[in-house]
C-alpha cells in the first residue's frame, strides 16, 4: 500500500515570498502524483498533476512542482506568494496501473499568506 | 459543465442513528469514489464504482457503511448505526477514468 507525508502542518508567509511545500511517498511500483488545494469554503480542486515525461510540471496559478524519483518526492513550488494562496494544500498519489486507482492523500499543509 | 453535486451539506444525528448522503456525479462520468475526510487528516477512499460496480472497497467498514451507484449514475453511502467517530466529511468524486478526480463540496456529519 502506498503512504503519503506532508511534513509541514501550518506554514505561514508573507506576500510576494517564496513557497516551497515538501511531499514524499512510499510505494512499491510506478505512480501518478497530484497537488490538490482547498480554498477556505471551497472544495478540493486539482493543482497540478504529474503522469510521465519532464518531471517539472506547471499548474494553475503559478504553481510548479517538481518529480525527484530518487527521494521519492513531488514537492509544490511557487515563486512569489499572494494572499489568495491562503488554503490548504495536499499532496496525492496513485499507482499508474491496475483498476483500483485509489488516491492517497498526504494529511494537508495549511498555507497562511498575510498580506 | 456541472460539477459534482452532494446533498445534504450539513448534517447532525445522535450515535446510533441512521443518516444517508447522495451524490450526482459529472455527467458522463464512469468513476466514483466516496472519501471520508476527518479533522486534521487527508481524504480517504471508502469505496470506488466504475459504472455501477465496486472496484475496491477495501477501506469501507461494512458493518455499518454501505454505499450503491444505482444504474451507473448517482451515488448513496449510509451509515447505520452511526458513532461518534464517524464524524467528518465525506466526499464525493467521479472521474472520466481512473486518472483524474473531480470533487464535490462535501457532507460535514456530526454526531452527537
Known amino acids: 500500500a502506498q503512504s503519503v507525508s506532508q511534513h509541514n502542518h501550518h506554514v505561514i508567509l508573507s506576500e510576494a515570498a517564496s513557497l516551497e511545500l515538501g511531499c514524499n511517498y512510499s510505494?512499491?511500483?510506478?505512480?501518478?502524483l497530484f497537488w490538490y488545494v482547498q480554498y477556505p469554503g471551497q472544495h478540493l480542486q486539482l493543482l497540478l498533476k504529474y503522469f510521465s515525461g519532464d518531471p517539472l510540471v506547471k499548474g494553475i496559478k503559478g504553481f510548479e512542482a517538481e518529480f525527484i524519483k530518487s527521494k521519492f518526492s513531488f514537492n509544490l513550488r511557487k515563486p512569489s506568494v499572494q494572499w489568495s494562496d491562503t488554503a490548504e494544500y495536499f499532496c496525492?498519489?496513485?499507482?499508474?496501473?491496475?483498476?483500483?486507482?485509489?488516491?492517497?492523500f498526504g494529511s494537508g499543509t495549511q498555507l497562511t499568506v498575510l498580506p | 459543465e456541472a460539477g459534482v453535486a452532494q446533498s445534504p451539506r450539513y448534517k447532525i444525528i445522535e450515535k446510533r442513528q441512521s443518516v444517508a448522503f447522495w451524490c450526482n456525479p459529472i455527467?458522463?462520468?464512469?468513476?466514483l469514489y466516496w472519501y471520508q475526510q476527518i479533522l486534521g487528516q487527508g481524504p480517504k477512499l471508502l469505496i470506488q464504482?466504475?459504472?455501477?460496480?465496486?472496484?475496491?472497497d477495501s477501506q469501507l467498514p461494512k458493518d455499518r457503511f454501505s454505499a450503491e451507484r444505482l444504474k451507473g449514475v448517482d451515488s448513496t453511502l449510509k451509515i447505520q448505526p452511526a458513532k461518534l467517530e464517524d464524524s467528518a466529511v465525506y466526499l464525493c468524486?467521479?472521474?472520466?477514468?481512473?486518472?483524474?478526480?473531480?470533487f464535490g463540496p462535501g457532507t460535514r456529519l456530526l454526531v452527537l
Open positions: 455527467s458522463g462520468h464512469a468513476t
Open positions: 510505494y512499491g511500483g510506478t505512480v501518478n
Open positions: 464504482f466504475q459504472n455501477n460496480g465496486v472496484v475496491d
Open positions: 496525492a498519489v496513485s499507482p499508474r496501473s491496475g483498476s483500483a486507482r485509489q488516491l492517497t
Open positions: 468524486a467521479s472521474g472520466p477514468g481512473a486518472e483524474t478526480q473531480y
